[in-house]
Each structure stands twice: as C-alpha cells, then as structure tokens.
C-alpha cells in the first residue's frame, strides 16, 4: 500500500470523487434519525451519544435501564467495510465486560456470537441486525432495526438473568 503520503494521495483522488462524502453523509444523518425516532419511543432507555467514527463503525447506544443499572449498553453499530448493521452487548469498562463474558460464556447464545476478549474488542455478544440494510426505505429500515434492538434487548436480559 506504500507510505502515509501514498495512502493520502489515494484518499484525496477518491474524495474528489464526490461519493465517500455523500454517503458518509447520508449514513451519520440516517443513524442521528435513527437515534431521534428510538429516543422518542423509548423513554425507558439510555442512549448514548452518536459517533461517527473513522470511516471503519458509526454507532450509538441504546440500553434498556435495567441493563444500565448492570453497566451494560446495547449499541447499533453501521460497520463501513461490510455495509450492515450490528447489535453489541457491550459493557461500560474490561473489568465488567470479563464478568459478563465469562458468565456468558456457559449458556447457550443461539444466534449470537461470544466475541474474543482481547485489545480493541467491546463487544461481548454480537448479531447481525440487518446485513443488507435498505438506505432508501428510512421509515421500514428504522422499523426492521427497532424490532432488533428490542429483541436483542430483551435476549440479553434473558441470559444474563436480570
């Protein structure tokens, strides 16, 4: 790939191009209203601030306070490279993500996936909301996402017995 200036030069060609800023654009303004519709349905849940990332994840929380009193959060994570929506049990420090890591570890996950514990790693458990997400249909994307989480939530809740 070469040095950081060869990295740049590709870079600034591509941002010339026009679409890496529009779709940028258009995934932080889908995920803020996102976050805006969810937040106004569910009173009952923390939610975090939206980050926009590195061009690599865009996420927010959305945690249920029963989770929140654990010092675990749910978070809707848009990963760039793949181009789908995830959903991370995430916690809020390493200490308390081992806890429940390990005590996950020992029940059965079904669909989810037990991530690895290991440096740049928060998730403990990850699923797929949404692999092929439709940008073009915001109101049923923000629906098909909303179900998820809610579902999601409420799986979380289920195994780690609260």
Known sequence: MGGIQSCIRRYTAEIRKNYLQQAFR???????????????????????????GYLDMTYFSCTHKRLAQLKLKIALVYIHASGRF????AAQNKKIQSEYHELLKHKELGLYTLSDIQPGVDAIVTCTSIGQPDFDDPKQLVSLIENNIIAFTDDMIRLIGQ
């Open 26 to 52: 258009h995934i932080i303004s889908f995920m803020s209203t996102c976050k805006s519709t969810l937040e106004s349905s569910y009173p009952d849940h923390v939610f975090g601030n939206l980050y926009p």
């Open 86 to 89: 995830e959903l991370w049990l």
